[in-house]
């Protein structure tokens, strides 16, 4: 249970049995290995493979990504990811220069398409700025100078052209203007103009911003010339496609290259690793972290695959950066999410999975309370954890999910509650809509018992430390104190319930301010302590919202059921009304499942773990066969 | 029918309760939509993460509405019959309805700003989401309280 004990293994053998030895512990996944040196020693060797692997993997992952989008591999989701077995691996390696060279042929198909796309683009912006020149029936390489004439084709912002004309009209210059069309802002010209005036015309350009367009490379007029653009834009589509039938021959490839870079990316792992140990030419040195139960399996592991070599085991010291590993029981996993979410425990702390658990359980369905929404709640968690092939954190959120839904449905009828007020079954206990307050006092009964097993729980990591006084000091008084207090709710108890309070009070007082040395500054920061149980009061008010939540949902889930039927009067509105239902009801699930995931888990984060836990751990990090794309079996 | 001042003065708490923490939750939800969307621009996968921050300062919206509810049915006006209240009884409705009206709608654009940064820790570490998100929870928890004084006020309520 808890946290797993770990154990610092050294391993002390022949440098030619390193890879031997790495082989085998990535294959049983159960060990850590950790950093030897202080600072990495530049092992040139290592280094120069390494960047080999990354280059070699770079390419991979290049040509994967391209022959991604054509491949029909199955949704990993739901059929789960390729097997690839060893055999298959090793006939793979057989032909890597094969495979490298489609890999080479995919990178010259992403190069032409990357220049196809280049072309593609440059031409589709010439024929944009040609389009308002086709009213131009000059092939343009003639526009210039031709003998005492100049032809020119010129723009003239539109706002210039009136004034323009105006000008040109009482200067009588030897110059004719064709309008020819319009862009955007300018009007388009052809301007025709004797060679002595060339002076004169270009001051006048000048003066109303008149541009002259070069048209340079480009032949025929501009109608010719964008059919040609629209036949080369056409022959581009054809050859793109012809490179995509060329590609999607390839896509049979895709495993194997996908394969291939698991099986180097394993490797590339394994090479990281080298870095971190210690040796001289012919022997070497490792570090590394095995968790408890697994010892025993990496001892035997080790010695097999080379005998020559030396295993040692050692207790972490206290300086030691302990990796982390969970082990609870299987009801128990899918909670350690939330508290991930928050941070792992470090390594010389409770796990508070175990204590945590059953809280968001009760929490959890309290605020949801719908004995219907829970039931389709774990159908749709129970139905994706059998048919898809979720893994990992995210399967750990979906069992959550599931068990949440459990919680909902006992406590929907708990208060009688299925899809709000449409199917009316009595409630075990109360609707909480006529009787809240005994639901909040319920809800503040209960954040008492979490509080106060977090305040036991703070209790004994102090017991666990050594520090046996500061647990009855900080916690115990704390706890007589509050029991003190609460029991005065309660008219039979309150003679008692003074002596309780005021014991644990003076008792507060006096211990509270210890380390102090002024024997009136200990007095004075003793009293000042017992301002905390305001903060104890706001914690317990805080738990108010399992009442608040579950009285949104049942709202909100009447609110459904009300406009509903306000709809169905007749087929149509019956229509209308199964829709707004349905939509409507799982709307509320979504959002009131949100929030109980959400307000669950401040409560447990900001109420629960504030009184005791510290978290800060590191996930320990095993080298194991880790793979992106493939399974790689061992077979 | 005879339409009572404190009719009137109930339907304004109800037509309150809805419309402030609406504006509040519109606001905020887009608020923190402009700034998911930054996020999801440079990584589409992200869009789960941030959906779940911006739908947090929507609940406050939905707390609104709620209330509203609670009293057109306590009023009667969904059944059809609306209750004949007195100007006071009016008023003590419409003071029911101000605590979620005033708290949801101002809770709703402080958390969609703690939202919004939270968007700012998907951007960087999606890994540490939970913390975002347990930062705007923290503001919820006054929306939260509001409603729970709100919907105690409303059904302490009792009118012949």
Same mark, same amino acid.
């Given at each position: 249970?808890?946290?797993?004990?770990?154990?610092?293994?050294?391993?002390?053998?022949?440098?030619?049995?390193?890879?031997?030895?790495l082989d085998?512990?990535?294959?049983?996944?159960?060990?850590?290995?950790?950093?030897?040196?202080?600072?990495?020693?530049?092992?040139?060797?290592?280094?120069?493979?390494?960047?080999?692997l990354?280059?070699?993997?770079g390419?991979?992952?290049m040509?994967i990504?391209?022959?991604?989008?054509?491949?029909?591999?199955?949704?990993?989701?739901?059929?789960?990811?390729?097997k690839?077995?060893?055999?298959?691996l090793?006939?793979?390696?057989?032909?890597?220069?094969?495979?490298?060279?489609?890999?080479?042929?995919?990178?010259?198909?992403?190069?032409?398409?990357?220049?196809?796309?280049?072309?593609?683009?440059?031409?589709?912006?010439q024929?944009?700025?040609?389009?308002?020149?086709?009213?131009?029936?000059?092939?343009?390489?003639?526009?210039g100078?031709a003998?005492?004439?100049?032809?020119?084709?010129?723009?003239?912002?539109?706002?210039?052209?009136?004034?323009?004309?105006?000008?040109?009209q009482?200067?009588?210059?030897?110059?004719?203007?064709?309008?020819?069309?319009?862009?955007?802002?300018?009007?388009?010209?052809?301007?025709?103009?004797?060679?002595?005036?060339?002076?004169?015309?270009?001051?006048?350009?000048?003066?109303?911003?008149?541009?002259?367009?070069?048209?340079?490379?480009?032949?025929?007029?501009?109608?010719q010339?964008?059919?040609?653009?629209?036949?080369?834009?056409?022959?581009?589509?054809?050859?793109?496609?012809?490179?995509q039938?060329?590609?999607?021959?390839?896509?049979?490839?895709l495993?194997?290259?996908?394969?291939?870079?698991?099986?180097?990316f394993?490797?590339?792992?394994?090479?990281?690793?080298?870095?971190?140990?210690a040796?001289?030419?012919?022997?070497?040195?490792?570090?590394?972290?095995?968790?408890?139960?697994?010892?025993?399996?990496?001892?035997?592991?080790?010695?097999?695959?080379?005998?020559?070599?030396?295993?040692?085991?050692?207790?972490?010291?206290e300086?030691?950066?302990?990796?982390?590993?969970?082990?609870?029981p299987?009801?128990?996993?899918?909670?350690?999410?939330?508290?991930e979410l928050?941070?792992?425990?470090?390594p010389?702390?409770?796990d508070p999975?175990?204590?945590?658990?059953?809280?968001?359980?009760?929490?959890?369905?309290?605020?949801?309370?719908?004995?219907?929404?829970? &039931?389709? $709640? *774990?159908?749709?968690? #129970? +139905?994706?954890?059998?048919?898809?092939? !979720?893994?990992?954190?995210?399967r @750990?959120?979906?069992?959550?999910?599931?068990?949440?839904?459990?919680?909902t449905?006992?406590?929907?009828?708990?208060f009688?509650s299925?899809?709000?007020?449409?199917?009316?079954?009595?409630?075990?206990?109360?609707?909480?809509?006529?009787?809240?307050?005994?639901? &909040?006092? $319920? *809800?503040?009964?209960? #954040? +008492?018992?979490?509080i106060?097993?977090? !305040?036991i729980?703070?209790?004994? @990591?102090?017991?666990?430390?050594?520090?046996?006084?500061d647990?009855?000091m900080?916690?115990?008084?704390?706890?007589?104190?509050?029991?003190g207090?609460?029991?005065?709710?309660?008219?039979?108890?309150?003679?008692?319930?003074?002596?309780?309070?005021?014991?644990?009070?003076?008792?507060?007082?006096?211990?509270?301010?210890?380390?102090?040395?002024?024997?009136?500054k200990?007095?004075?920061?003793g009293?000042?302590?017992?301002?905390?149980?305001?903060?104890?009061?706001s914690?317990?008010?805080?738990?108010?919202?399992?009442?608040?939540?579950?009285?949104?949902?049942?709202?909100?889930?009447?609110?459904?059921?009300?406009?509903?039927r306000?709809?169905g009067?007749?087929?149509?509105?019956?229509?209308?009304?199964?829709?707004?239902?349905?939509?409507g009801?799982?709307?509320?699930?979504?959002?009131?499942?949100?929030?109980?995931?959400?307000?669950?888990?401040?409560?447990?984060?900001?109420?629960f773990?504030g009184?005791?836990?510290e978290?800060?751990?590191?996930?320990?990090?095993?080298?194991?066969?880790?793979?992106?794309?493939?399974?790689?079996?061992?077979? | 029918?005879?339409?009572?001042?404190?009719?009137?003065?109930?339907?304004?708490?109800?037509?309150?309760?809805?419309?402030?923490p609406?504006?509040?939750?519109?606001?905020?939800?887009?608020?923190?939509?402009?700034?998911?969307?930054?996020v999801?621009?440079?990584?589409?996968?992200?869009?789960?993460?941030?959906?779940?921050?911006?739908?947090?300062?929507?609940?406050?919206?939905?707390?609104g509405?709620?209330?509203?509810?609670?009293?057109?049915?306590?009023?009667?006006?969904?059944?059809?019959?609306?209750?004949?209240?007195?100007?006071?009884?009016?008023?003590?409705?419409?003071?029911?309805?101000?605590?979620?009206?005033?708290?949801?709608?101002?809770?709703?654009?402080?958390?969609?700003?703690?939202?919004?940064?939270g968007?700012?820790?998907?951007?960087?570490?999606?890994?540490?989401?939970?913390?975002g998100?347990?930062?705007?929870?923290?503001?919820?928890?006054?929306?939260?309280?509001?409603?729970?004084?709100?919907?105690?006020?409303?059904?302490?309520?009792?009118?012949?």
């Open positions: 249970m808890a946290i797993v004990k770990m154990k610092k293994m050294y391993v002390f053998g022949l440098k030619k049995d390193r890879d031997r030895i085998t512990l990535q294959k049983l996944g159960a060990a850590e290995i950790a950093d030897l040196k202080e600072e990495d020693i530049d092992d040139g060797e290592v280094t120069r493979e390494l960047s080999e990354e280059s070699k993997l390419r991979l992952k040509a990504d391209f022959l991604k989008p054509y491949g029909k591999e199955q949704n990993p989701l739901v059929y789960g990811r390729p690839i077995s060893v055999k298959r090793q006939e793979l390696l057989s032909r890597e220069d094969e495979i490298s060279e489609v890999v080479n042929i995919i990178s010259g198909f992403d190069q032409r398409i990357y220049r196809l796309k280049a072309e593609e683009s440059r031409i589709k912006n024929i944009e700025l040609l389009k308002p020149w086709l009213r131009l029936d000059i092939p343009v390489e003639n526009l100078r003998g005492k004439v100049e032809l020119r084709a010129v723009a003239v912002p539109k706002k210039n052209y009136k004034p323009l004309v105006d000008k040109l009482e200067k009588e210059l030897p110059l004719e203007i064709i309008p020819i069309g319009e862009s955007q802002d300018d009007n388009l010209l052809l301007a025709i103009y004797h060679h002595s005036a060339i002076s004169d015309v270009q001051e006048l350009f000048k003066e109303f911003s008149v541009t002259t367009e070069e048209f340079s490379g480009l032949k025929g007029t501009p109608t010339i964008i059919a040609q653009f629209q036949e080369r834009l056409g022959a581009i589509e054809t050859e793109r496609q012809k490179i039938v060329e590609i999607s021959k390839l896509r049979d490839h495993l194997d290259l996908e394969a291939l870079y698991d099986y180097w394993l490797e590339k792992q394994k090479k990281e690793n080298l870095l971190k140990m040796g001289t030419e012919k022997v070497f040195l490792m570090k590394a972290w095995v968790p408890e139960p697994s010892v025993e399996a990496v001892k035997e592991a080790v010695t097999s695959a080379a005998g020559a070599s030396h295993v040692v085991f050692e207790e972490p010291s300086e030691d950066d302990i990796p982390v590993v969970l082990s609870n299987r009801i128990v996993q899918p909670f350690e999410i939330v508290t928050y941070s792992l425990p470090n010389r702390e409770i999975n175990i204590f945590m658990a059953p809280f968001f359980f009760v929490f959890f369905g309290m605020m949801v309370s719908d004995a219907a929404y829970g &039931l389709v $709640l *774990s159908l749709l968690s #129970g +139905l994706a954890l059998w048919k898809l092939k !979720i893994k990992g954190a995210g @750990k959120l979906v069992e959550l999910l599931f068990l949440g839904g459990v919680s449905f006992i406590w929907g009828m708990i009688g299925w899809f709000g007020d449409l199917i009316k079954i009595k409630p075990l206990w109360l609707n909480p809509m006529d009787n809240p307050m005994a639901v &909040l006092y $319920l *809800s503040f009964a209960m #954040g +008492l018992v979490q106060y097993v977090g !305040i729980l703070s209790a004994c @990591k102090n017991i666990k430390s050594g520090n046996i006084a647990a009855v900080d916690q115990v008084l704390w706890l007589v104190f509050l029991t207090l609460v029991m005065m709710i309660f008219p039979g108890l309150a003679g008692v319930a003074k002596y309780v309070a005021l014991s644990g009070a003076v008792g507060l007082v006096l211990t509270q301010g210890r380390s102090q040395k002024n024997i009136v200990r007095l004075i920061s009293v000042l302590s017992l301002y905390n149980v305001a903060a104890y009061f914690d317990v008010l805080s738990y108010s919202r399992l009442l608040a939540l579950g009285l949104a949902t049942g709202v909100i889930a009447t609110v459904i059921n009300t406009m509903a306000l709809i009067v007749n087929i149509l509105g019956y229509i209308v009304m199964t829709i707004v239902m349905v939509g009801h799982f709307f509320n699930i979504a959002v009131n499942a949100l929030g109980a995931f959400v307000h669950g888990s401040r409560l447990q984060y900001i109420e773990f009184k005791f836990y978290g800060g751990g590191r996930p320990f990090d095993p080298l194991r066969m880790e793979t992106k794309y493939v399974d790689l079996e061992d077979a | 029918m005879e339409v009572t001042l404190g009719q009137v003065l109930a339907l304004l708490g109800a037509a309150m309760a809805v419309f402030l609406g504006v509040g939750s519109a606001k905020g939800v887009g608020m923190v939509g402009e700034a998911a969307a930054g999801v621009a440079e990584d589409p996968n992200k869009f789960s993460q941030t959906l779940i921050l911006q739908a947090l300062p929507g609940t406050q919206g939905i707390y509405l709620l209330t509203g509810f609670v009293v057109m049915q306590k009023i009667g006006l969904l059944g059809g019959n609306l209750l004949p209240l007195t100007t006071y009884e009016g008023f003590l409705v419409f003071a029911a309805c101000l605590p979620i009206s005033v708290v949801g709608l101002l809770s709703a654009i402080a958390q969609a700003r703690a939202a919004a940064a968007v700012g820790i998907v951007a960087k570490k999606p890994e540490e989401v939970a913390k998100i347990t930062y705007a929870a923290m503001v919820e928890t006054y929306a939260v309280l509001s409603l729970l004084a709100s919907i105690l006020m409303l059904f302490g309520l009792r009118f012949s």
